[in-house]
């Protein structure tokens, strides 16, 4: 079943329910300290987390790495929304449009271990990251904070940003796992980058104690961490478990206290079919569905014909049943994405029944499709190929066949190319083909990078090549809106002049379910990398 | 005799070694694409494109890198891992003793399985036990072990909550729960190579049992044990031997999933990660690994056809 507009907000509603009940009730018990906690997690290709983009690396920092800001985690925040709170930074004020001060808290201390050796965090380690992480060769993620011209340090604990241009997301970007964990110099001049694990050293509440490739590692209790009384559990070890067969017994025999899945999850199929043995196993298990972030979609060169014809790309969109693409790969639960800014950001997405005229655009309806194509000029249709990786998963093999045959109906002959998953990243996931690619896409936390990476010219990853000065008009000045209010509704008119254009065939993503162990308190779960930032205040009760 | 005839099978054994180089060295270099380029684009192995090519030394003519490459690994230099820039060497003296533990293991449950049960088979041919048996071989050889790993993963923890031990245990920190934990995935591996040995060691002997002197030896009023061990089974299982020199990449292949299932760091995981992360240096390092070990063992089993059969010679 898809999720109707409805369905979304019960879902929303429940969630905040959730949300605000809950708090009461973990307020009321008392922070209790110690503990480990057991988790399934992965090894990182490297431990640089600049010089990665994969989640594996990021998760792991979110433990020991603090930033300048974060998002506020707990039970009482909804998933899918991510305000903005001090990390590092004990305050901000923006003087201008373009320019951030930070004051830095006092006190903060590096983890105990050479070289920095428990030496207080300054302005000028903030400085240095932020410089490093914007020049260093081989940083993916380095146009996250494209905006900046400069960073200064104003003082011992001030830190002051100047942007080239407005850019409203700009601490929405700090926050991000997936971007500019503190880090100090003296680590990188010692072991020449931040590659190996010796070299994990931050300010965050929790330090890697000992690392091992393909087994795990294991996170001790910062004991200077600059919150008092944070963390409240000692200790958090890590399994590196690469066979789901094994995840699942783990998981039944209470081995891990969260779902094994970033984030913190349990794929609907493998839930169904452990849930009611987890009854009589594991009777406190609490959980929690909310929309997932990973987009699906099918890329195509709208620069070349036959994908320039409007036509054509409204047809492509029309072929797509939906409904049926849910049922068949999430069990039912699942939601019909519209373009731009998946239905998991509440704040900023637009329903699909809410795209106006271009709504039509997402209904199944093959016989309308048909029409358009042989009305652009293809009575017969065409063939074309469809450059994707497996990425291991048979959800993903699934999804692509589906599409594949959707198309099919209409009379596209896509012929799948597949491709080894590096091969596919370095190559089609960047818009490098020629006719059509398709494939699960990054889990972003901010309706920017949905819309400016995937739609502005000359990005990365705009693999349909989209250049459209209207669309690209209208991302810019999204990010100069600096009231979030304003700024929505510009995303809106984004969203519902993409629904019209179709670049993309959107496909439908995942509801996730998020499982924990009833023993962890005071934690809530959400979409995003922060692992540790949502343990942070958590205790357990065992 | 014996020593000039295991000089001789060294001396073949060089050769075979060094194609198998030839062929480890090419292999990765053959791969469509320009690797490197791809490298480069996942990984942050290097600064650029001719900075990475130096550092696999691929800016050099192939011939002039093989040589180069040879000569190091002969000196026991295979080169730094890109992943986790610990020399290769290193990172294989970590994990060869968890994979070569749990071959051997394997090895010597499927010898501990095969032998005995192969004897009564053919000692008791066409009884029950001997149906019972072969038809347990045919099972043993068509249960994939993964089949069988989850399984054996799965089930106990959906009956009674319980699972293997996950993360590997150090036979140092805590010896029991370190045979406890290797016994399981050995036993899965073992189980298929005792099948497959199980059957030849039956066939074999039933064959031995019918000569002349076997039948001389019954005459004799030799005892069952006698004929059939001393007389039968020592003649029946030079073909068993070789069987058993040709399971080893079979069981080193298997590891590959069985060291993942039970999260053992063993160098087949190492090769399996190596080849995700474009790790050349490695994969070249254990393939180059897999492949002496193959030769020594087949060198190992020709010695041994020596001493279990003085007529054999070269």
Known sequence: MSLTRREVLTLGGATLAAATLVPRAARAQTPRRGGTLTLRLWDPPTWDPDLTISYKTHIAHTFTHSRLVRHRAGPGVAPGTFPVEGDLAESWTQPSET????????????????????????????????????????????YMLRSVDKVEALDRYTVKFTLKEPFAWFLDMLANPMAVAIIARECVEKFGDLKPAEAV???????????????????????????????????????????????????????????????????????????????????????????????????????????????????????????????????????????????????????????????????????????????????????????????????????????????????????????????????????????????????????DNYLFGYYYPGEMKNQSHVNDPVVADMIVRQRRTLDPAKRREIIQDIQRYLARQVYYTTSVGQVYTAVWDGALKNYGPNLGYDYGGRLLAAWLER | MLRRYLALRLLVAVPSLLIATVIVFTLPRLIPGDAVQLMLAETSYAKDIDELRAKLGLDRPFHVQYVEWLGRAVRGDLGESLWTRRAVVDELAQRLPVTAELALDA??????????????????????????????????????????????????????????????????????????????????????????????????????????????????????????????????VIPVVTLLGTQLPQILGGTVVIETIFGLPGVSRFLFDAINQRDYPVIQGVNLLVVATVVAVNLAVDALYAVLDPRIRY
């Open chain 1, 99 to 142: 320019t951030y001060v930070f004051k830095l808290r006092r006190g903060v201390r590096w983890h105990p271990k050479p070289p920095v050796n428990g030496r207080e965090l300054t302005a000028e380690d903030v400085k240095y990251t932020v410089e490093r992480f914007l020049t260093l060769k081989g940083n993916a993620n380095a």
């Open chain 1, 201 to 447: 050293i931050g300010t965050g509440p929790w330090m890697l104690e000992g690392y091992r490739p393909n087994v795990g590692y294991t996170f001790v209790r910062h004991p200077a961490y600059f919150v008092a009384g944070l963390p409240n559990i000692d200790r958090i070890e890590v399994t590196v478990d690469e066979d789901n067969a094994s995840r699942t017994a783990s998981f039944l025999a209470g081995k891990y206290d969260l779902g094994w899945e970033n984030p913190g999850i349990i794929s609907r199929s493998d839930w169904l079919q452990i849930k009611d043995t987890l009854k009589s196993k594991r009777p406190g298990l609490r959980t929690l569905e909310f929309p997932g972030n990973v987009g699906n979609h099918l890329s195509m060169r709208v620069d070349q014909r036959p994908f320039s014809d409007l036509r054509v790309r409204q047809a492509m969109s029309m072929a797509l049943d939906r409904k049926a693409l849910i049922d068949a790969l999430y069990e039912g639960v699942g939601v019909a994405n519209p373009p731009g800014v998946p239905v998991a950001l509440k704040e900023w997405s637009l329903p699909v029944d809410q795209l106006g005229e271009g709504a039509k655009n997402f209904g199944y309806d093959p016989k309308e499709a048909r029409r358009l194509l042989a009305a652009a000029g293809y009575p017969n249709g065409f063939s074309g190929s469809v450059c994707w990786a497996t990425y291991g998963s048979t959800i993903v093999v699934d999804h692509a066949q589906l599409v594949v045959k959707y198309l099919k109906d209409i009379g596209i002959d896509a012929k799948l190319d597949t491709k080894e998953y590096g091969a596919y990243i370095s190559t089609c996931f960047y818009g490098k083909f020629d006719s059509m690619a398709f494939g699960p896409q990054t889990p972003f936390l901010d309706g």
């Open chain 2, 107 to 236: 090895t010597l449950i499927a010898l501990l399985i095969a032998l005995p049960v192969g004897v009564l088979a053919a000692a008791r041919q066409d009884s029950l036990s001997d149906y019972v048996v072969r038809s347990l071989a045919i099972l043993g050889l068509s249960v994939p072990g993964f089949w069988l790993a989850t399984l054996l993963i799965v089930l106990p923890a959906i009956w009674w909550g319980w699972r293997p031990v996950t993360g590997f245990v150090e036979f140092r920190a805590d010896p029991l729960g370190h045979v406890g934990q290797i016994l399981l995935p050995a036993a899965i591996l073992g189980v298929a190579s005792a099948a497959a040995l199980m059957r030849l060691t039956r066939g074999m002997l039933l064959e031995v049992l019918r000569q002349d002197y076997v039948r001389t030896a019954w005459a004799k009023g030799l005892a069952e044990r006698s004929v059939v061990i001393k007389h039968g089974l020592r003649n029946a």
